[in-house]
């Protein structure tokens, strides 16, 4: 017997349980919190992160703010610089044409200009780099929203140490208790939706094709045949077992029934594969089968005649039909022969 829905409910982390909500037998409904766990590790980490993202912020607010104003102010003191610097250069130049300085001066002051304006290309680079859509402002940012991914993910893990039903249904089974410390995948609860149930049966896939949805079927415990119930076939699976060759089906459980029939019992179905109303019924054991014809014995005018029927079904029982009704007289053919004398007693 299994139930319309079943779930098993397994931690995904390795934590003590706090808390348990309910208790086994407990009817709960789909979200509900069933149990918590600590996460006293999930709280460091989110503070160590809050950390990190604090001292982000400061770096980045730091190389935004105070950083650039400086990387500013000194490009602009060298801009300065090398503008003074341009026009000694220009005036050196002068006089070394007109013959008043050597010209080892000139060139050392070429040489001056020189590593200015480098100095002051590296300065550009540098502030360039630290105002808000600078390479190191950038990285800083990266930073900061790395940590806060970072605080998202952590929150989210949260989730994993509050343990939901998720179906309606019923606690069939409550494997664990506060203060325990459990494992990933080990089970806690087990839940199921007890409102419908269904037997479940493999069928031999040579039968298959004799089963149908809305098929007429009787479910009994296979310890109690006397409490069998009328049901029908509502699943059929589209493939078969390739390891067992079987193909599993489903009958419901009548709901006024649901009571008698519990989880994981086991059933005993009969799939009822033909009905036949106002036939008759005789034991195998009185059927004849000579020449490929099928009889039976019957008295006729004080001998027994063979009389030719039509036998269907197998196993102990078959089902005749010809010139018969319920009142023909039938020999047991195992005490009788054909054409014995045969006196009748009594009304049959």
Do not use: C, H, W
């Not at 934590?15 to 979200?31: F, S």
């Not at 060139?107 to 808000?132: G, V």
């Not at 249904?169 to 664990?176: A, C, K």
């Not at 005749?320 to 009304?347: A, M």
């Amino acid at each position: 017997v299994i139930p319309k829905d079943y779930v098993i409910l397994s931690p995904e982390v390795s934590a003590k349980i706090t808390r348990i909500n309910i208790r086994e037998g407990d009817y709960v409904n789909k979200g509900q919190a069933l149990a918590s766990l600590d996460s006293s590790s999930v709280d460091n980490r989110v503070r160590e992160i809050n950390a990190s993202i604090n001292s982000a912020n400061a770096s980045y607010e730091s190389i935004v703010s105070t950083n650039y104003d400086l990387a500013e102010k000194e490009r602009l003191r060298l801009e300065l610089e090398l503008e003074n610097l341009k026009r000694e250069k220009d005036r050196y130049e002068i006089l070394l044409k007109e013959g008043a300085i050597p010209e080892v001066e000139f060139t050392k002051l070429e040489d001056q200009f020189a590593i200015l304006e480098k100095r002051l290309e590296s300065a550009k680079i540098t502030e360039l780099s630290l105002s808000q859509d600078g390479t190191e402002a950038k990285k800083a940012l990266s930073s900061v929203s790395q940590s806060r991914a970072s605080l998202q993910s952590a929150r989210s893990d949260y989730s994993k140490y509050m343990i939901n039903s998720p179906i309606s249904g019923t606690v069939v089974r409550l494997n664990s208790s506060a203060g325990e410390v459990v494992q990933p995948g080990q089970t806690i609860f087990e839940i199921a939706d007890i409102s419908e149930k269904y037997a479940y049966v493999e069928v031999d896939e040579k039968n298959i094709t004799k089963i149908s949805l809305g098929q007429k079927a009787y479910i009994y415990p296979s310890s109690n045949p006397d409490i069998a119930v009328e049901s029908y076939v509502t699943k059929i699976s589209n493939l078969v077992d390739k390891e067992t060759g079987t193909v599993p089906i489903e009958i419901a459980i009548p709901a006024e029934s649901l009571d008698l029939f519990l989880i994981d019992l086991s059933v005993t179905v009969e799939l009822v594969i033909n009905e036949n109303k106002d036939v008759l019924v005789l034991n195998a054991s009185y059927i004849l089968n000579e020449d490929g014809k099928t009889y039976i014995l019957t008295e006729d005018e004080g001998l027994a005649k063979k009389l030719e029927i039509t036998a269907r079904g197998t196993g102990a029982k078959r089902i005749i039909s010809g010139n018969v009704s319920s009142s023909t007289r039938i020999l047991d053919p195992q005490e009788i022969n054909e054409n014995d004398k045969i006196k009748i007693k009594g009304e049959p």
